[in-house]
């Protein structure tokens, strides 16, 4: 059959925790076949691996596990890849927007913050003109 993984052995590898894989098979993301008694004991295939080094690299990247999955899938089945490309591109250019206008937001809040400051010191030093020196 090849190389094959427990929860345990991908869990470590990826610094995860065994309920957050269970959760990643919950959302359809990973797909261990069974075995064992009452087929309880996870086993994972080189494809769930990749998969969920996917799924990591996605979450990296600030997209939701359901983009992730719908991209994976993508990737993972025989279709066009021209059309897998285009839908990850359009993926990706909705994601950076949305980063691009947090970081414009954010740029704002600091150059507000560094305002105050400014004006926050410049009283206290009228306030306080021994303050300078200390």
């Keep these: 059959m090849g190389t ?3 929860i345990s052995d991908l869990a470590k590898e990826f610094d995860l925790t065994t309920r957050a894989m269970r959760f990643y098979e919950d959302m359809g993301l990973l ?20 998969r969920l080094k996917l799924t990591l ?4 990247l600030g997209l939701s596990l359901t983009e992730a999955k719908e991209i994976i899938d993508l990737y993972d089945s025989p279709r066009d890849t021209g059309n897998q490309l285009r839908k990850f591109l359009e993926v990706l250019g909705q994601h950076r927007k949305q980063l691009e206008a947090q970081m414009t937001d954010l740029q704002a ?5 560094r305002e105050h400051e400014k004006e926050a010191l410049a009283h206290l030093h009228r306030l306080d003109p021994e303050a300078k020196n200390k």
């Design 4 to 6: 094959t993984y427990t």
């Design 31 to 50: 797909r261990p076949d069974r075995a064992g008694p009452g087929g309880r004991s996870r086993v994972y295939s080189p494809r769930d691996r990749t």
């Design 109 to 113: 809040n600091l150059d507000e913050i």
């Design 57 to 60: 690299r996605a979450k990296r």
